[in-house]
T-cell receptor
Framework: GIQVEQSPPDLILQEGANSTLRCNFS?????LQWFHQNPWGQLINLFY???GTKQNGRLSATTVATERYSLLYISSSQTTDSGVYFC?????????????FGKGITLSVRP | KAGVTQTPRYLIKTRGQQVTLSCSPI?????VSWYQQTPGQGLQFLFE???????NKGNFPGRFSGRQFSNSRSEMNVSTLELGDSALYLC???????????FGQGTRLTVV
């Protein structure tokens, strides 16, 4: 099956700093999503981005499908950005809704 | 529109018992997928139901089963609970054609 690797596994930032989170995947995908898991466990949708670039406020994401990676950018980080960020992909197997997750990136933003 | 609703939010069960979890997807979504999250294994796919049929299945024992009703609501059942089944169970709702999936708040199951 498809493999998903996220890096770095842990990231510690001072408030106001910028960061880049990376997701590599091993095969062609028809779905790529970035999530932020809140302290209560819910996965919050950040981006649905199988290809191209999107921006939402201080967050932006880029997926280069031909090179099999995606990047999540966080600018001017805030303490509320802390938590675990997951990348998840679905491969090209028909109308495939099965998501394969990376192990996550734990971000800590210090005041 | 309403999001994905999972019930109950928390459960404590004893080894050997069985448990049923429920997931109501976003209105109009026909696909419901279930995932298990544990500290050791991360987020793992259990199975997907689409239009009342299991369309995809992960590598979990037969003790884990599910079903989907005509209104797209889904239930997941775990029989003969083991300590290792303690986990956060998340369900995802989507239209089923590989587009964006949305998750519920999860059910945290503790087996004692």
């Amino acid at each position: 099956g498809i493999q998903v690797e996220q890096s770095p596994p842990d990231l510690i930032l001072q408030e106001g700093a910028n960061s880049t989170l990376r997701c590599n995947f091993s095969d062609s995908v028809n779905n790529l999503q970035w999530f932020h898991q809140n302290p209560w466990g819910q996965l919050i949708n950040l981006f649905y981005i199988p290809s191209g670039t999107k921006q939402n406020g201080r967050l932006s994401a880029t997926t280069v499908a031909t090179e099999r990676y995606s990047l999540l950018y966080i600018s001017s980080s805030q303490t509320t950005d802390s938590g675990v960020y997951f990348c998840a992909v679905a491969d090209y197997t028909g109308a495939n809704s099965k998501l394969t997750f990376g192990k996550g990136i734990t971000l800590s933003v210090r005041p | 529109k309403a999001g994905v609703t999972q019930t109950p939010r928390y459960l404590i069960k004893t080894r050997g018992q069985q448990v049923t979890l429920s997931c109501s997807p976003i209105s109009g979504h026909r696909s419901v997928s279930w995932y298990q999250q544990t500290p050791g294994q991360g987020l793992q796919f259990l199975f997907e139901y689409f239009s009342e049929t299991q369309r995809n299945k992960g590598n979990f024992p037969g003790r884990f089963s599910g079903r989907q009703f005509s209104n797209s609501r889904s239930e997941m059942n775990v029989s003969t609970l083991e300590l290792g089944d303690s986990a956060l169970y998340l369900c995802a709702s989507s239209s089923g054609d590989g587009t964006e999936a949305f998750f519920g708040q999860g059910t945290r199951l503790t087996v004692v």
